[in-house]
């Protein structure tokens, strides 16, 4: 079955840089998109980018252009999501997820989370 | 950005009640490329439904989407202990992505 594992829970200071892996079983890695997710508390679904685990082809939100970057490793089956420049704003938990058929930008899979807190 | 307001914020509604839930997107979503997901605490978001009204996979009868261009509607018909979760809409048709406020559907 599809697994999405990711790393665990980390606590950075403002101006500092989070990495957060996606470690994927269960399927094919390199013929799937692997989105980037974030909730801050209370907030909405806030989509930040995908990479195209085949050409490693990438894509990110506006809002984020800049601060962040997603990588992928396909000896690994691992994705990343690095996000620099923090601030107390990006403390949130951070979900990776996969589309349900190549590039349909639907979340048919999640990973199980990783919260990221921002503080001095 | 195409922004999705859902409303009400908070449903208050008994089990077997029917619930509808509604999502206006600011412009309109292409190819009807609206998604519902179902959340509950501590745990990732479900896709419910996919395309304004197709189930995805195992997702019971109960649930029903509908709507095109800027205004859908996700109903439960009739409401069992598990549905009471919050539900967030997605447009998947033009970037960025984006989603919802959600609704929190409550046990009244």
């Known amino acids: 079955q599809v697994q999405l594992v990711q790393s665990g829970a980390e606590v950075k200071k403002p101006g500092a840089s989070v990495k957060v892996s996606c470690k994927a079983s269960?399927?094919?890695?390199?013929?799937?998109?692997i989105h980037w997710v974030r909730q801050a508390p209370g907030q909405r679904l806030e989509w930040m980018g995908w990479?195209?685990?085949?050409?490693?082809?990438?894509k990110y939100s506006q809002r984020f252009q800049g601060r962040v970057t997603v990588t992928r490793d396909t000896s690994a089956s691992t994705a990343y999501m690095e996000l620099s420049s923090l601030r107390s704003e990006d403390t949130a938990l951070y979900y990776c997820?996969?589309?349900?058929?190549?590039?349909?930008?639907?979340?048919?899979?999640w990973g199980q989370g990783t919260l990221v807190t921002v503080s001095s | 950005e195409n922004v999705l307001t859902q409303s009400p914020g908070t449903l208050s509604l008994s089990p077997g009640e029917r619930a509808t839930l509604s999502c206006r997107a600011s412009?309109?979503?292409?190819?009807?490329?609206l998604a519902w997901y179902q959340q509950k605490p501590g745990q990732a978001p479900r896709l419910l439904i996919y395309g304004a009204s197709s189930r995805a996979t195992g997702i019971p009868d109960r649930f029903s989407g509908s709507g095109s261009g800027t205004d859908f509607t996700l109903t439960i018909s009739r409401l069992e202990p598990e549905d009471f979760a919050v539900y967030s809409c997605q447009q998947y048709g033009s970037s960025p992505l984006t989603f919802g406020g959600g609704t929190k559907v409550e046990i009244k």
């Open positions: 990479i195209d685990a085949g050409n490693g082809n990438t």
């Open positions: 269960g399927y094919t890695f390199n013929s799937y998109t």
């Open positions: 412009q309109s979503v292409s190819s009807s490329y």
């Open positions: 997820a996969r589309d349900w058929y190549y590039g349909d930008s639907l979340f048919q899979y």
